[in-house]
Structures are given as structure tokens and as C-alpha cells.
T-cell receptor, first 114, second 111 residues
Framework: EPEVTQTPSHQVTQMGQEVILRCVPI?????FYWYRQILGQKVEFLVS????????KSEIFDDQFSVERPDGSNFTLKIRSTKLEDSAMYFC????????????FGDGTRLSIL | DQQVKQNSPSLSVQEGRISILNCDYT??????FLWYKKYPAEGPTFLIS?????DKNEDGRFTVFLNKSAKHLSLHIVPSQPGDSAVYFC??????????FGKGTSLLVTP
């Protein structure tokens, strides 16, 4: 069964450093998403992406964050200058359509900021 | 801002019995609802969904019920199996917008 893959599984970074999280969505999916889950809290929406544009973003997704689809398969989340509070599990998801179609999630990247 | 609430953090059920997981939402604009299952160190796995035009959707041992007037949905697992032990997340969206998740219910199915 096709799946969303994320790399790395665990990323440890010094505060203030840039980090790039990578995702390969399911190949025939057109909509891409990033979510995060801080330890002990609920899964929170960050951003959605379609047709090489951000279609929606949350308040969390400030100027420190950016997303990119650099080629036909990868979808990346960049955090420019990481803060301690960016430590979380980051999940990538994809779907065939927007609305009334399930989003399928990867296994996440655990980001630890020191 | 908790638009989706799962008020039971945990649930323990005997193997073979029914598991009922509950979820409440506050936003009447939500029109698509999903249940995800999550094992440790894995991402959420889609389980079952329901559109607001329906009140029930069934897939094998899993049935989701939607009560729009009460803004309540539930997931029934019959019969429960030890492999069903996981965290179950309820999620809701207004079509075309972000998924909103509950905090999850940890289900333990005991032999």
C-alpha cells in the first residue's frame, strides 16, 4: 500500500540553527500538509500546500517556517532559526483532494532542539 | 481553542467486547469527520470517516456514528481485539480547510 515517507526519523539541532524536514507524499496525491504534535498535546495543523502554493496556514506557521516542493516527489518544511519550543513530532500528510478525502500521514520526524 | 474534544483519555475493554470511543465538536461548520489510529513511534493511520450527510458508516469491525444535533460522534469496534490497542484520534474539518484533532483516547484491549 502506498505510504507517506518522512526523513529523518529523528533530528537533533542546536537552537538558532536551520532545519529541513523532508517528506515524500503518496505519488498520485495533490494536496500536502504539515502538522506537529508537542509532547502531551494534540496534533496541530501548520500548513497546506497545493499547486505549488500555500493554500492555508495556521498562526503557528510564522515567518520562521517555509515549505517547498523542490521536485516532483519531495515536500519540505524548513525552520529558519529554531527555538526550544519547536521541539515536537512533525507529521507530513497528503490527500488526493481537499475535503471529504482522508489525509494519509507519515511516521513523523522527532525534532529535538537543544 | 478545543473545537474537537475527546473527554476520555483512556479506555480499557476485554477482548471480544465492544469498544466505544466518543468525540464532541463545537464548530457546526465541520462537515467531514475521521478517526485515526496511532501506535507509538508511528504516524496516525486513517481508520474510517463519515460525511455530515450521513449518520452512520461501517467498515468491517469499525462503525462510526454521527449525531449532528448533539455535535457528537462515536467509533464502535466490535469485536475488540488486542491488536486494536492504540491511541485513537477523532478529527474534523470544514471541507477545504485544516483538520482539527482531539487529544486522543488510549484504548487497551485485554485478553
Amino acid at each position: 500500500e502506498p505510504e507517506v515517507t518522512q526523513t529523518p526519523s529523528h533530528q537533533v539541532t542546536q537552537m538558532g540553527q536551520e532545519v529541513i524536514l523532508r517528506c515524500v507524499p503518496i505519488s498520485n496525491h495533490l494536496y500536502f500538509y504539515w502538522y506537529r504534535q508537542i509532547l502531551g498535546q494534540k496534533v496541530e495543523f501548520l500548513v497546506s500546500f497545493y499547486n505549488n502554493e500555500i493554500s492555508e496556514k495556521s498562526e503557528i506557521f510564522d515567518d520562521q517556517f517555509s515549505v517547498e516542493r523542490p521536485d516532483g516527489s519531495n515536500f519540505t518544511l524548513k525552520i529558519r532559526s529554531t527555538k526550544l519550543e519547536d521541539s515536537a513530532m512533525y507529521f507530513c500528510a497528503s490527500s488526493t483532494d481537499r475535503g471529504n478525502q482522508p489525509q494519509h500521514f507519515g511516521d513523523g520526524t522527532r525534532l529535538s532542539i537543544l | 481553542d478545543q473545537q474537537v474534544k475527546q473527554n476520555s483519555p483512556s479506555l480499557s475493554v476485554q477482548e471480544g467486547r465492544i469498544s466505544i470511543l466518543n468525540c464532541d465538536y463545537t464548530n457546526s461548520m465541520f462537515d467531514y469527520f475521521l478517526w485515526y489510529k496511532k501506535y507509538p513511534a508511528e504516524g496516525p493511520t486513517f481508520l474510517i470517516s463519515i460525511s455530515s450527510i450521513k449518520d452512520k458508516n461501517e467498515d468491517g469491525r469499525f462503525t462510526v456514528f454521527l449525531n449532528k444535533s448533539a455535535k457528537h460522534l462515536s467509533l464502535h469496534i466490535v469485536p475488540s481485539q488486542p491488536g486494536d490497542s492504540a491511541v485513537y484520534f477523532c478529527a474534523a474539518e470544514k471541507t477545504g480547510y485544516a483538520l482539527n484533532f482531539g487529544k486522543g483516547t488510549s484504548l487497551l484491549v485485554t485478553p
